[in-house]
């Protein structure tokens, strides 16, 4: 597997991952609570203390970035180096569906 | 003083938080809600309907104008902040057809905030070591046994309460 600056970050937290994915457009952090619940079909839930926690990490490391700030309520955007760790983690899970898939077939 | 309100005083532990939660929502399903929170673990409630108020503590250092979007998130997600107490922050909601809101929903998070609670009592720890030697030669007189007894109990306290944080991440760690 390459090795690059981003590999320090993976595997992401599932709730990283999905706050991650949610942030390939700009959203508050109450539209990214939502959104996590809405497209993990309900199996993924971020509180508003695992989510602070994870906008200050993910900030902090240059992830995503502030790009709008109203009423409040802080929108963030992932940057070219969020994208990039993203992609990476997508890699992880795709080579990890595959090999579950391939038990999962033994089975069927 | 508001009308039918009481205080309480009860000491938590740093490690403890859990426990506390679990205390102030048998208060509030017993009719009593916290209404606000003051130094050195005085509570007080206020008289109400019998409800399933969860409770949830945070530990969070902040300076004020980052406060603001911090309180916001919470309170988007439906949390009401009844008030802090030495960077503790105090938060509520309705438990809903028996599903209990949590406000850290990973293990990760958790002991993030155990983190940040060692984190300052490292430090605090560290100051007060780098002053033992004011607090142990400079108190003059008959009161030396006193400063010296306090400035031990402190110190074993602070110890005492990093090494069962530890361990309360240690077991978070292992679930």
């Known amino acids: ?108 | 003083m508001v009308e039918n309100t009481i205080r309480k005083f009860r000491w938590f532990w740093p490690w403890q938080d859990e426990q506390e939660e679990a205390w102030l929502r048998s208060m509030s399903q017993k009719g009593w809600h916290l209404l606000s929170v003051g130094l050195a673990g005085i509570y007080r409630f206020q008289a109400g309907e019998p409800c399933d108020y969860i409770y949830r503590l945070d530990y969070q250092i902040h300076k004020k104008k980052d406060q603001q979007d911090y309180l916001q998130l919470f309170s988007d997600a439906g949390w009401e902040h009844i008030g802090d107490m030495s960077d503790w922050h105090y938060f509520r909601k309705e438990a809903k057809e028996g599903e209990v809101p949590e406000i850290f929903t990973d293990v990760e998070s958790k002991v993030a905030k155990y983190k940040r609670v060692l984190i300052y009592l490292f430090f605090f720890a560290v100051i007060i070591i780098a002053f033992w030697h004011n607090v142990w030669f400079d108190y003059p007189y008959s009161w030396w046994f006193v400063t010296r007894a306090i400035y031990l109990l402190l110190i074993a306290s602070l110890v005492y309460s990093i090494i069962r944080l530890l361990l309360r991440i240690r077991h978070l760690r292992r679930i």
Do not use: C, W
Request: proline share 4%; glycine share 6%.
């Open chain 1, 1 to 108: 597997m390459v090795r690059d600056d981003t590999s320090k970050y993976l595997p992401l937290t599932e709730s990283t991952y999905y706050i991650m994915l949610t942030l390939v457009e700009p959203l508050h952090g109450y539209a990214v609570m939502q959104k996590v619940e809405e497209i993990s079909k309900g199996t993924v839930k971020v509180g508003p203390g695992t989510l602070y926690g994870a906008f200050t990490a993910l900030e902090k490391e240059k992830l995503i970035v502030k790009v709008k700030e109203e009423n409040r309520r802080k929108s963030y955007v992932l940057t070219p180096k969020g994208k990039r760790v993203l992609i990476n983690q997508i890699n992880r899970l795709e080579i990890m569906t595959r090999n579950g898939l391939s038990v999962k077939n033994l089975y069927d």
